[in-house]
């Protein structure tokens, strides 16, 4: 491939990506009810969406869900990353595979798999059972983020730590966690946003008491193109987008 | 270097680890074992299922409606797999070759569309094909075509879609695999006398085989599950696996037949999975090891 085809095609590619989402954007702020034309530029369509309650409910919802269960991920993810990474011991390796098959596993089966067993268990569907079955979906993700950041660093200084009298948990907090932090941070930023997204797992695990903002816009996408679906798709693009700006600049800051 | 244990290392150690098999088992491990018993159990209009055991689900799986709802999901997961594939390889090759400075920059432009809600991804999809979208616009504007193409509601959306989706969930593994290459050992093959043709296909596609099944997985497999892309793109015509999954748990409410059918998907995943760890041995074991072990001895 020749210098300038190799350019051309990475920036069509590029253009493949980014030409819908640009779109999509443009449209938000089209004044036209409908995308067949431009009607000037107008931010009512994001207005409407501030009177929406229901609207607004599900997005606390799916808000307070995503804080908490990304919490939990880090915290089961990191824990799991620390004991791959220092202890050895007997069902090590098919716990490192379990994880990697998790972070692989499709989306609809985990959904499935725990409204049947939150069912089994008479569990009543809502905030609790989304927060277990996100906790489940993101602690693979953090897992190995955290894992891939402390196969970089020396196990020495750990072990320099408890040779000058730090318990294994004093040192691991001390010296572990400030240098995987950036890792931990990314983790639970990216928890975040799968936990906000996630349209396949929460179909199945919430009930109709307590609605969340990705299965409320699915239900909105369904019917077809409207502006105000344009200006909350927007919106949710601007948050993915910061959040995994920051994840980035927090993971490359520190690396440097 | 030995380490000796001392009380509170093992108490914090027991307990990590104790958490981690607790977190698999109940997470993952429970969940499916539940799903897998239920595949086999009978099914109840009042209750979702009763506890006896039959093989009738797996029975149906052979019937030709479901067949045929194989059929059409296989076909159009694997097009939008190969499709993928033979756009995402010299892209992820082009990539790993770019300037150190240029590179990340390049990078975060994959990584953003990768974390982006595939949801609000494939629903900016339909500004584009949709019968007013944008490529119909173009098109009619240039004089390429003289009526709108009926692209929505289609096959062809729902592999535009997917395609889509999940490009970036390619790149990715790819781009991952393609970096880590040696770059001495293209040079090598090419100082032995193999063309570009040849090196490409004894030496760099083996090594970074297993980046390229990490972005089959990757690709294929939520192509099967995620039922929302032809719901939106495809309309009503066809139906696939994950619709088809969703509609016995929440329409039919045939949870069984649910559960037996998404034992598909779950076989599916373990074959990649093994092929996966044949092809990363090769490429580990093979190829690279022994010019690694010759390097350090001299």
């Excluded at chain 1, 409407?48 to 307070?64: C, K, V």
């Excluded at chain 2, 090419?190 to 972005?215: C, E, I, N, Q």
């Excluded at chain 2, 939520?222 to 032809?230: A, D, E, Q, R, V």
């Amino acid at each position: 491939m020749g210098a300038w085809s190799k350019r051309l095609y990475i920036f069509l590619v590029y253009c493949f990506f980014y030409l819908p989402l640009l779109a999509m954007f443009l449209y938000s702020f089209n004044a036209a009810k409908y995308t067949t034309a431009w009607g000037g530029f107008s931010l009512k369509w994001y207005a409407a969406l501030l009177r929406n309650n229901g609207l607004l409910d599900a997005a606390l919802n799916s808000f307070l869900v995503a804080v908490c269960a990304a919490s939990l991920a880090t915290l089961l993810g990191g824990l799991a990353a620390v004991c791959l990474k220092r202890y050895s011991f007997p069902g090590r390796r098919a716990l490192f595979i379990g994880i990697l098959l998790l972070t692989v596993s499709p989306d609809i089966v985990m959904g499935i798999s725990f409204l049947i067993l939150f069912i089994a268990c008479s569990v009543q569907l809502g905030f609790l059972t989304l927060l277990v079955a996100h906790t489940a979906l993101c602690a693979p993700f953090v897992a190995v983020t955290v894992l891939a950041r402390l196969e970089e660093f020396d196990e020495y200084l750990i072990e320099a730590a408890r040779d000058l009298g730090a318990s294994e948990a004093k040192a691991l907090l001390h010296v572990l966690l400030p240098l995987s932090a950036p890792a931990v941070a990314a983790g639970w930023l990216l928890s975040f946003t799968l936990s906000m997204d996630d349209v396949l797992i929460s179909t199945f695990v919430t009930g109709p008491s307590f609605e969340v903002l990705p299965v409320r816009i699915y239900s909105m996408v369904r019917l077809g193109v409207k502006p105000d679906v344009n200006a909350l798709s927007a919106i949710m693009f601007a948050l993915t987008l910061s959040l995994v700006l920051l994840a980035q600049v927090i993971t490359q800051l520190r690396r440097k | 270097m030995e380490r000796v244990p001392s009380p509170g290392a093992s108490r914090f150690r027991e307990a990590s680890i104790a958490g981690t098999w607790l977190w698999l088992g109940l997470f993952a491990l429970l969940p499916n074992l539940v799903l897998l018993l239920v595949a086999f159990l009978d099914r109840d209009t009042v209750g979702f299922f009763i506890p006896s055991l039959t093989l009738d689900n797996f029975r149906e799986l052979f019937a030709p409606v479901f067949l045929g709802v194989l059929w059409d999901s296989i076909r159009l997961a694997l097009c939008s797999t190969l499709v993928c594939l033979l756009a995402a390889y010299p892209f992820a090759y082009a990539l790993a070759k770019a300037g150190p400075r240029l590179r990340p920059w390049l990078l975060l432009l994959v990584i953003i569309p990768f974390w982006t809600n595939s949801l609000i991804r494939t629903y900016a999809l339909i500004l584009m094909i949709g019968a007013q979208g944008l490529v119909n616009k173009c098109a009619l504007g240039l004089g390429l075509i003289g009526a709108p193409l009926e692209l929505m509601y289609t096959d062809f959306a729902v592999f535009a879609g997917m395609t889509y989706t999940f490009l970036p969930f390619m790149i990715l593994p790819l781009y991952a695999s393609i970096e880590k290459l040696d770059p001495g050992l293209a040079d090598a093959a090419k100082d032995l006398g193999a063309g570009s043709l040849r090196t490409f296909w004894h030496s760099t596609l083996p090594l970074t085989l297993p980046g390229v099944v990490a972005g089959c997985i990757l690709v294929f497999l939520p192509s099967l599950g995620s039922f929302y892309i032809p719901e939106i793109l495809g309309g009503a015509t066809n139906m696939l696996l994950g619709t088809f999954i969703k509609n016995q748990f929440l329409v039919a409410k045939n949870w069984p037949l649910g559960a037996a059918s998404s034992s598909v998907l779950t076989l599916l995943l373990v074959l990649l999975a093994v092929l996966y760890r044949f092809t990363s041995q090769r490429a580990a074991g093979g190829y690279n090891a022994p010019l690694n072990a010759r390097r350090d001895g001299e």
